[in-house]
Protein backbone atom coordinates (compact mmCIF):
# COMPACT_ATOMS: atom_id res chain seq x y z
CA UNK A 1 0.00 0.00 0.00
CA UNK A 2 2.98 1.98 0.37
CA UNK A 3 3.60 1.99 -3.23
CA UNK A 4 0.06 3.56 -4.07
CA UNK A 5 0.37 6.55 -1.11
CA UNK A 6 1.51 8.73 -4.17
CA UNK A 7 -1.80 8.50 -5.22
CA UNK A 8 -3.62 10.56 -2.20
CA UNK A 9 -0.60 13.23 -2.56
CA UNK A 10 -2.74 16.71 -3.93
CA UNK A 11 -1.16 16.70 -7.33
CA UNK A 12 -2.53 13.23 -8.23
CA UNK A 13 -5.83 13.87 -6.86
CA UNK A 14 -6.62 17.51 -8.40
CA UNK A 15 -5.41 15.40 -11.63
CA UNK A 16 -7.92 12.15 -10.76
CA UNK A 17 -10.76 14.70 -10.14
CA UNK A 18 -10.21 16.60 -13.84
CA UNK A 19 -10.11 13.81 -15.13
CA UNK A 20 -13.37 12.46 -13.91
CA UNK A 21 -14.80 15.96 -14.21
CA UNK A 22 -13.54 16.08 -18.36
CA UNK A 23 -15.29 12.50 -18.73
CA UNK A 24 -18.48 13.00 -17.39
CA UNK A 25 -18.82 16.32 -19.36
CA UNK A 26 -18.09 14.38 -22.18
CA UNK A 27 -20.71 11.88 -21.57
CA UNK A 28 -23.34 14.01 -19.59
CA UNK A 29 -23.38 17.41 -21.69
CA UNK A 30 -20.82 17.47 -24.64
CA UNK A 31 -21.46 14.52 -26.89
CA UNK A 32 -25.81 14.68 -26.17
CA UNK A 33 -25.25 18.59 -27.24
CA UNK A 34 -23.82 17.22 -30.72
CA UNK A 35 -25.80 13.94 -30.94
CA UNK A 36 -28.74 16.26 -30.57
CA UNK A 37 -27.84 18.57 -32.83
CA UNK A 38 -27.23 15.76 -35.74
CA UNK A 39 -30.69 14.69 -34.67
CA UNK A 40 -32.61 18.13 -34.89
CA UNK A 41 -30.71 18.43 -38.42
CA UNK A 42 -31.57 14.73 -39.82
CA UNK A 43 -34.70 15.81 -38.32
CA UNK A 44 -35.36 18.59 -40.20
CA UNK A 45 -33.87 17.29 -43.38
CA UNK A 46 -36.09 14.86 -43.53
CA UNK A 47 -39.30 17.35 -43.09
CA UNK A 48 -37.76 19.55 -45.79
CA UNK A 49 -37.48 16.46 -48.37
CA UNK A 50 -41.01 15.07 -47.48
CA UNK A 51 -42.55 18.90 -48.16
CA UNK A 52 -41.16 18.52 -51.91
CA UNK A 53 -42.70 15.57 -52.67
CA UNK A 54 -46.61 16.42 -50.40
CA UNK A 55 -49.32 18.50 -51.84
CA UNK A 56 -49.74 21.84 -50.00
CA UNK A 57 -52.77 21.69 -47.55
CA UNK A 58 -54.86 24.20 -45.73
CA UNK A 59 -53.13 25.14 -42.99
CA UNK A 60 -56.26 25.40 -41.05
CA UNK A 61 -55.60 21.30 -40.70
CA UNK A 62 -52.38 22.21 -39.26
CA UNK A 63 -53.12 24.94 -37.35
CA UNK A 64 -56.67 24.78 -36.51
CA UNK A 65 -56.90 27.44 -33.43
CA UNK A 66 -55.25 30.72 -32.46
CA UNK A 67 -53.40 28.83 -29.92
CA UNK A 68 -52.40 26.22 -32.35
CA UNK A 69 -48.29 25.11 -33.37
CA UNK A 70 -47.24 22.29 -35.46
CA UNK A 71 -43.97 21.46 -34.62
CA UNK A 72 -44.42 17.84 -36.56
CA UNK A 73 -44.98 19.53 -39.78
CA UNK A 74 -42.39 22.31 -40.48
CA UNK A 75 -41.33 23.10 -43.98
CA UNK A 76 -45.03 21.62 -44.90
CA UNK A 77 -46.27 23.61 -47.70
CA UNK A 78 -49.75 25.14 -46.93
CA UNK A 79 -52.26 27.09 -48.79
CA UNK A 80 -54.36 30.29 -47.02
CA UNK A 81 -57.48 32.76 -47.90
CA UNK A 82 -57.69 35.60 -46.03
CA UNK A 83 -56.29 38.86 -45.46
CA UNK A 84 -53.40 40.88 -44.24
CA UNK A 85 -52.31 43.16 -41.34
CA UNK A 86 -50.13 45.93 -42.04
CA UNK A 87 -51.03 47.63 -39.04
CA UNK A 88 -49.38 45.21 -36.98
CA UNK A 89 -46.19 44.64 -39.41
CA UNK A 90 -42.87 43.91 -37.78
CA UNK A 91 -39.23 43.63 -38.98
CA UNK A 92 -36.76 41.11 -38.06
CA UNK A 93 -32.87 42.29 -37.69
CA UNK A 94 -29.71 40.82 -37.84
CA UNK A 95 -30.80 37.95 -40.67
CA UNK A 96 -27.78 37.42 -42.97
CA UNK A 97 -28.61 36.76 -46.67
CA UNK A 98 -25.74 36.04 -48.65
CA UNK A 99 -24.08 36.77 -46.11
CA UNK A 100 -25.32 40.36 -45.93
CA UNK A 101 -27.16 41.40 -43.12
CA UNK A 102 -30.83 41.78 -43.71
CA UNK A 103 -34.69 42.67 -42.20
CA UNK A 104 -37.25 40.00 -42.51
CA UNK A 105 -40.68 41.84 -43.03
CA UNK A 106 -43.13 40.08 -40.26
CA UNK A 107 -46.81 40.48 -41.13
CA UNK A 108 -49.99 38.81 -39.48
CA UNK A 109 -52.34 37.78 -41.90
CA UNK A 110 -56.35 36.62 -40.66
CA UNK A 111 -57.47 33.58 -42.53
CA UNK A 112 -61.16 33.25 -43.34
CA UNK A 113 -62.82 31.34 -40.53
CA UNK A 114 -59.25 30.24 -39.05
CA UNK A 115 -56.94 32.23 -36.73
CA UNK A 116 -54.24 34.95 -37.38
CA UNK A 117 -51.05 33.60 -38.63
CA UNK A 118 -47.32 35.68 -38.93
CA UNK A 119 -46.52 35.54 -42.20
CA UNK A 120 -42.96 36.08 -43.14
CA UNK A 121 -43.16 37.91 -46.17
CA UNK A 122 -39.10 37.82 -47.21
CA UNK A 123 -36.08 39.59 -46.55
CA UNK A 124 -34.93 43.29 -47.37
CA UNK A 125 -31.62 44.75 -47.24
CA UNK A 126 -30.41 47.80 -45.32
CA UNK A 127 -29.22 50.85 -47.16
CA UNK A 128 -26.62 53.19 -45.66
CA UNK A 129 -25.59 50.69 -43.20
CA UNK A 130 -28.44 49.49 -41.20
CA UNK A 131 -31.47 52.21 -42.55
CA UNK A 132 -34.49 50.04 -43.40
CA UNK A 133 -35.14 50.95 -47.36
CA UNK A 134 -38.73 51.92 -48.50
CA UNK A 135 -40.78 48.34 -48.22
CA UNK A 136 -43.67 47.34 -50.48
CA UNK A 137 -46.58 47.37 -48.71
CA UNK A 138 -48.87 44.09 -48.54
CA UNK A 139 -51.83 44.02 -50.16
CA UNK A 140 -55.49 44.44 -49.50
CA UNK A 141 -58.56 42.85 -49.65
CA UNK A 142 -58.63 38.84 -49.27
CA UNK A 143 -55.97 37.26 -51.61
CA UNK A 144 -54.75 33.09 -51.17
CA UNK A 145 -51.31 32.34 -50.22
CA UNK A 146 -48.85 29.52 -50.67
CA UNK A 147 -46.34 29.31 -47.96
CA UNK A 148 -44.43 26.76 -45.41
CA UNK A 149 -44.79 26.60 -41.69
CA UNK A 150 -42.02 27.10 -39.97
CA UNK A 151 -41.45 26.84 -35.70
CA UNK A 152 -41.36 29.64 -33.87
CA UNK A 153 -37.89 31.09 -32.99
CA UNK A 154 -36.55 31.60 -29.29
CA UNK A 155 -36.60 35.17 -28.43
CA UNK A 156 -32.81 36.18 -26.40
CA UNK A 157 -33.79 37.56 -22.91
CA UNK A 158 -31.67 40.12 -23.09
CA UNK A 159 -32.90 41.85 -26.08
CA UNK A 160 -36.18 43.38 -26.60
CA UNK A 161 -38.17 44.57 -29.13
CA UNK A 162 -38.00 48.68 -30.15
CA UNK A 163 -39.33 50.93 -32.39
CA UNK A 164 -37.29 52.62 -34.61
CA UNK A 165 -37.46 54.02 -38.29
CA UNK A 166 -40.99 53.66 -37.96
CA UNK A 167 -41.05 49.81 -37.23
CA UNK A 168 -41.04 47.78 -34.50
CA UNK A 169 -38.00 45.48 -34.77
CA UNK A 170 -37.28 42.08 -32.89
CA UNK A 171 -34.21 40.10 -32.99
CA UNK A 172 -35.86 36.64 -33.43
CA UNK A 173 -39.24 35.15 -35.42
CA UNK A 174 -41.00 34.84 -31.94
CA UNK A 175 -44.80 34.17 -32.12
CA UNK A 176 -45.09 34.97 -28.80
CA UNK A 177 -42.85 38.24 -28.61
CA UNK A 178 -44.51 39.44 -31.66
CA UNK A 179 -48.31 38.82 -30.13
CA UNK A 180 -46.77 41.29 -26.83
CA UNK A 181 -45.01 43.60 -29.00
CA UNK A 182 -48.26 44.34 -31.67
CA UNK A 183 -51.23 43.35 -29.79
CA UNK A 184 -52.47 41.19 -32.20
CA UNK A 185 -52.60 37.37 -30.78
CA UNK A 186 -51.04 34.79 -33.43
CA UNK A 187 -50.66 30.98 -34.17
CA UNK A 188 -47.99 29.22 -32.82
CA UNK A 189 -46.07 28.69 -35.95
CA UNK A 190 -45.31 31.02 -38.80
CA UNK A 191 -45.62 31.01 -42.12
CA UNK A 192 -42.64 31.39 -44.46
CA UNK A 193 -44.59 33.07 -47.75
CA UNK A 194 -43.30 31.17 -51.61
CA UNK A 195 -42.06 32.91 -54.81
CA UNK A 196 -44.61 34.71 -56.71
CA UNK A 197 -47.09 34.82 -54.05
CA UNK A 198 -49.10 37.92 -53.11
CA UNK A 199 -46.86 39.85 -50.74
CA UNK A 200 -43.76 38.71 -51.36
CA UNK A 201 -40.69 40.23 -51.08
CA UNK A 202 -37.10 38.77 -50.90
CA UNK A 203 -37.82 35.13 -51.15
CA UNK A 204 -35.45 33.08 -48.40
CA UNK A 205 -33.47 29.77 -49.93
CA UNK A 206 -33.97 26.41 -48.65
CA UNK A 207 -31.39 24.70 -46.34
CA UNK A 208 -29.16 23.12 -47.63
CA UNK A 209 -29.77 18.85 -47.23
CA UNK A 210 -26.40 18.29 -45.28
CA UNK A 211 -26.50 16.38 -42.29
CA UNK A 212 -22.95 18.31 -41.07
CA UNK A 213 -20.39 17.46 -38.98
CA UNK A 214 -22.50 16.67 -35.37
CA UNK A 215 -22.15 13.32 -35.29
CA UNK A 216 -18.65 12.60 -35.70
CA UNK A 217 -18.61 15.23 -33.26
CA UNK A 218 -20.19 13.37 -30.70
CA UNK A 219 -18.70 9.89 -31.31
CA UNK A 220 -15.29 12.59 -30.27
CA UNK A 221 -16.42 13.09 -27.29
CA UNK A 222 -17.69 9.85 -26.15
CA UNK A 223 -14.16 9.01 -27.44
CA UNK A 224 -12.36 11.70 -25.48
CA UNK A 225 -14.68 10.16 -21.76
CA UNK A 226 -13.40 7.24 -22.81
CA UNK A 227 -9.86 8.04 -23.08
CA UNK A 228 -9.14 10.01 -20.60
CA UNK A 229 -9.85 7.58 -18.13
CA UNK A 230 -7.44 5.06 -19.17
CA UNK A 231 -4.72 8.04 -19.98
CA UNK A 232 -5.03 8.39 -16.11
CA UNK A 233 -4.36 4.86 -15.62
CA UNK A 234 -1.34 4.59 -17.40
CA UNK A 235 0.71 7.22 -15.78
CA UNK A 236 -0.30 5.92 -12.94
CA UNK A 237 0.62 2.43 -13.14
CA UNK A 238 4.26 3.97 -15.29
CA UNK A 239 4.42 5.45 -11.70
CA UNK A 240 3.87 2.72 -9.51
CA UNK A 241 6.72 0.44 -12.01
CA UNK A 242 9.14 3.29 -12.02
CA UNK A 243 8.71 3.30 -7.55
CA UNK A 244 9.16 -0.51 -7.64
CA UNK A 245 12.28 -0.08 -9.45
CA UNK A 246 13.88 2.91 -7.47
CA UNK A 247 13.36 1.15 -4.34
CA UNK A 248 15.06 -1.65 -5.21
CA UNK A 249 19.12 -1.73 -5.42
CA UNK A 250 20.43 -0.38 -8.30
CA UNK A 251 23.61 -0.11 -9.78
CA UNK A 252 24.67 2.62 -12.00
CA UNK A 253 25.93 2.65 -15.55
CA UNK A 254 30.05 1.56 -16.13
CA UNK A 255 30.02 -1.00 -13.20
CA UNK A 256 29.99 1.65 -10.35
CA UNK A 257 27.42 0.58 -8.11
CA UNK A 258 27.64 4.09 -5.67
CA UNK A 259 26.69 6.50 -8.65
CA UNK A 260 24.05 8.33 -7.67
CA UNK A 261 20.73 7.93 -10.31
CA UNK A 262 19.94 11.50 -11.78
CA UNK A 263 16.54 13.02 -12.20
CA UNK A 264 17.55 12.33 -16.25
CA UNK A 265 17.91 8.47 -15.66
CA UNK A 266 14.75 8.15 -13.25
CA UNK A 267 12.60 9.82 -16.60
CA UNK A 268 14.53 8.01 -18.81
CA UNK A 269 13.12 4.82 -16.85
CA UNK A 270 9.92 6.21 -16.95
CA UNK A 271 9.32 7.48 -20.58
CA UNK A 272 12.25 6.07 -22.66
CA UNK A 273 15.44 7.65 -23.68
CA UNK A 274 15.98 9.97 -26.49
CA UNK A 275 17.27 7.98 -29.52
Same mark, same amino acid.
Given at each position: ??????????????????????? &???????????????????????????????????????????????????????????? =????????????????SPAYNVLTPFTIDGGPTVLVDRGYVLPIQGNTVPEIA?????????????????????????????????? =??????????????????? &??????????????????????????? =????????????????? &??? =??????????????????????????VEDKLADRYGRRP
Open positions: MKRLAFLLRPGWIALALAVVAFA &YLCFTVLAPWQLGKNTKTNRENSQIENSLKADPVAVTTLLPHQDSSAPDAQWRRVTATGH =YVPAAEVLARLRVVGGPAPTGTVTITARLRDSETAPPDKQPFRENGFTQI =YAIDTAEVTAATGVPVAGS &YLQLMENQPGILGVAELPHLDPGPFLS =YGIQWIAFGIVAPIGLG &YFA =YAEIKARRRESAPTTAAAGNPSAPVT
